[in-house]
């Protein structure tokens, strides 16, 4: 069973806010949430992490409500070169391999 | 630059032969990961090694092996090749245990094409 549910696209224009959620119903107490993007033919590259409440860092920010079964990613005034798949994984440091699947991430298309 | 290298970049072989995929981790980074990425398959875990031990294992296929050296490089060993083998190998690295907390650094990867 996934861990973690995302819309498989989305497209958006340049400019405005993009909001990604990840659905993580079975979440467990130690769990952690992050994103990664990843460009064509290119490695995923880390973009945020957080366990509960908001985050933010200089690119992106991570809202997760108090029953952390969900997560949004926000992207602020997205450019054409933010166009790339999104992950989103759920798990903890030592866990095991179900903490480690990618799954086919959400498509982010953005237009002029 | 991930800090991450990834031996060879590329490589093309033919259908039943073995070939070996080798990985640096960051410098300091004890946990390698091993993924699989194919059009229609996403990204798949295949499997992680922890200070030179397995911690880990994905969908890895019996024709394949890996292992991490003292000096924490790894290798991803492919052997009986088949066309669907053909893929981007990602390596991974994180300085912590694993799992979904860690932040991962990934490798450029080595495209493998099987003829």
């Known amino acids: 069973l996934a861990k973690t549910t995302q819309p498989i696209s989305m497209d958006s224009y340049e400019g405005q806010e993009v909001n990604i959620t990840c659905s993580h119903n079975?979440?467990?107490?130690?769990?952690?949430i992050t994103w990664y993007q990843q460009f064509p033919s290119q490695g995923p590259r880390f973009i945020i992490q957080?366990?509960?409440t908001k985050v933010t860092n200089e690119v992106a920010s991570l809202f997760i409500p108090a029953d952390r079964k969900s997560s949004t990613l926000s992207l602020p005034r997205v450019s054409l070169s933010d166009t790339a798949v999104y992950y989103c994984?759920?798990?903890?440091?030592?866990?095991?391999?179900?903490?480690?699947?990618f799954g086919k991430g959400t498509h982010l298309i953005i237009q002029p | 630059d991930s800090g991450v290298t990834q031996t060879p970049k590329h490589l093309i072989t033919a259908t039943g032969q073995r070939v070996t995929l080798r990985c640096s981790p960051r410098s300091g980074d004890l946990s390698v990961y091993w993924y699989q990425q194919s059009l229609d398959q996403g990204l798949q875990f295949l499997i992680h090694y922890y200070n030179g031990e397995e911690r880990a294992k994905g969908n890895i296929l019996e024709r394949f092996s890996a292992q991490q050296f003292p000096d924490l490089h790894s290798e991803l060993n492919l052997s009986s090749l088949e066309l669907g083998d053909s893929a981007l190998y990602f390596c991974?690295?994180?300085?912590?245990?694993?799992?979904?907390?860690?932040?991962?650094?990934f490798g450029p990867g080595t495209r493998l094409t099987v003829t």
């Open positions: 991974a690295s994180s300085a912590g245990t694993s799992g979904g907390g860690d932040e991962q650094y």
């Open positions: 994984l759920v798990g903890y440091s030592g866990g095991g391999a179900d903490g480690l699947t």
């Open positions: 957080g366990y509960k």
């Open positions: 079975n979440i467990a107490t130690n769990d952690y």
